[in-house]
């Protein structure tokens, strides 16, 4: 009895196939070598949620709320950087080099700490200095240029 189960099991299994292929059901990741479930529920096919603790790239902040075609390839998933240029336009024309994570953070591109990355430059911030409007010192800023013009005092204090 044993073999006429699996027969028909098998049968059945052939039959859902063809009729999910004939039906447009063919996986549309075409180089993914992961079980459909890993990522899709059974219940809701486009409640998706994956992991990507369990990658080299976990999902911090406001990643977290990405949608996933909007880094990768819906072809194939391994197609992709982390690099942030790869999926944020650099507004520094690349002036500022490729270690974004030294000035932004996950939180959002505006949100950074001022007084941290000026104690690694040659003009650490300090007391009043803190409170001033970045513009007011990095005058081509809205080019992506962050270079001090100069930093001797009385260009700013007469």
Same mark, same amino acid.
């Given at each position: 009895?044993? &073999?006429?189960v699996? %027969?028909? %099991?098998?049968?059945?299994?052939a039959?859902?196939t063809l009729?999910a292929?004939v039906n447009g059901?063919?996986s &549309?990741h075409?180089?993914?070598?992961l079980n459909?479930?890993?990522?899709?529920r059974a +219940?809701?096919?486009?409640?998706?949620r994956?992991?990507h603790?369990r +990658?080299?790239f976990p999902l911090?902040?406001?990643?977290r709320?990405? &949608?996933?075609?909007?880094?990768?390839n819906i072809? @194939?998933?391994s197609?992709?950087?982390?690099?942030? %240029?790869?999926?944020? &336009? @650099?507004v520094?024309?690349?002036?500022? $080099?490729? @270690?974004?994570?030294?000035?932004? $953070?996950f939180k $959002?591109?505006?949100?950074?700490?001022v007084?941290?990355?000026?104690a690694?430059?040659q003009?650490p911030?300090?007391g009043?200095?803190?409170?001033v409007?970045c513009q007011?010192?990095?005058?081509?800023?809205q080019? $992506?240029?962050? %270079?001090?013009l100069?930093?001797e005092?009385?260009?700013?204090?007469q």
């Amino acid at each position: 009895m044993k &073999p006429k189960v699996l %027969a028909i %099991a098998v049968e059945l299994l052939a039959t859902f196939t063809l009729y999910a292929v004939v039906n447009g059901q063919e996986s &549309p990741h075409k180089n993914l070598n992961l079980n459909c479930e890993v990522c899709h529920r059974a +219940t809701e096919w486009t409640d998706v949620r994956f992991n990507h603790d369990r +990658t080299k790239f976990p999902l911090e902040e406001r990643h977290r709320n990405v &949608p996933c075609k909007s880094c990768h390839n819906i072809e @194939d998933f391994s197609n992709v950087t982390s690099e942030c %240029a790869s999926c944020h &336009p @650099d507004v520094h024309q690349a002036k500022m $080099g490729n @270690d974004c994570e030294r000035c932004h $953070g996950f939180k $959002g591109w505006e949100v950074f700490n001022v007084e941290e990355i000026h104690a690694n430059t040659q003009f650490p911030l300090m007391g009043k200095h803190t409170l001033v409007d970045c513009q007011s010192c990095h005058v081509n800023q809205q080019q $992506g240029d962050f %270079a001090l013009l100069t930093s001797e005092c009385v260009s700013c204090h007469q």
